[in-house]
T-cell receptor, first 114, second 111 residues
Framework: KAGVTQTPRYLIKTRGQQVTLSCSPI?????VSWYQQTPGQGLQFLFE???????NKGNFPGRFSGRQFSNSRSEMNVSTLELGDSALYLC?????????????FGPGTRLLVL | GEDVEQSLFLSVREGDSSVINCTYT??????LYWYKQEPGAGLQLLTY?????DMKQDQRLTVLLNKKDKHLSLRIADTQTGDSAIYFC???????????FGKGTRLSVIA
């Protein structure tokens, strides 16, 4: 079974631009979560989607948004990029939300904002 | 809010055992996880333990949970150079999916 795939793997943008990242979950998984990883803050939860609905949202500004499609694929968008948005963005999928549903992570998209 | 603490670095000799420790604050944590991250890669799930268990063994990996002290450890037996990576402890509880991660422990294995 194929794992979680994320595209693109690397991205360079400039301040003020916007970016869209994509995540395809493991086949049969309907829940997708996004995390941001930076050297200073570590791994922080961004948001979680299930059945095309956002279930949870982390403490990030409104510039960060996401959505999920009917095939469970998810995208996240960051508008008006800032230097501090440079990070590894990780997507994780699970069969469903809730306790005990193990999350499997993709390889991440490394975003550099200049 | 919830917090997960780990020591940042651990260095061991090849063939020795490694023990990575983690403490957490959320008493309602139900599942506790260990993930491994190699350079330039995402997170690989190593193992997890349910809060009603004290120990779980999976080949070279042993997880010990002391729920009273909110302390979790990961023991890697016969550590190999391929085990060099960052190891993250994470907890999930209170009925919510979002994982709360520690800052990660960088394990260096010396040949």
């Amino acid at each position: 079974k194929a794992g979680v795939t994320q595209t693109p793997r690397y991205l360079i943008k400039t301040r003020g631009q916007q970016v869209t990242l994509s995540c395809s979950p493991i086949s049969g998984h309907r829940s997708v979560s996004w995390y941001q990883q930076t050297p200073g803050q570590g791994l922080q939860f961004l948001f979680e989607y299930f059945s095309e609905t956002q279930r949870n949202k982390g403490n990030f500004p409104g510039r960060f948004s996401g959505r999920q499609f009917s095939n469970s694929r998810s995208e996240m968008n960051v508008s008006t990029l800032e230097l501090g948005d440079s990070a590894l963005y990780l997507c994780a999928s699970s069969r469903a939300p809730g306790m005990g549903e193990t999350q499997y992570f993709g390889p991440g998209t490394r975003l550099l904002v200049l | 809010g919830e917090d997960v603490e780990q020591s940042l670095f651990l260095s061991v000799r090849e063939g020795d055992s490694s023990v990575i420790n983690c403490t957490y604050t959320d008493s309602s944590s139900t599942y506790l996880y260990w993930y491994k991250q190699e350079p330039g890669a995402g997170l690989q799930l190593l193992t997890y333990i349910f809060s009603n268990m004290d120990m779980k063994q999976d080949q070279r990996l042993t997880v010990l949970l002391n729920k009273k002290d909110k302390h979790l450890s990961l023991r890697i037996a016969d550590t190999q150079t391929g085990d060099s990576a960052i190891y993250f402890c994470a907890e999930s509880g209170s009925g919510n999916t979002p994982l709360v991660f520690g800052k990660g422990t960088r394990l260096s294995v010396i040949a």
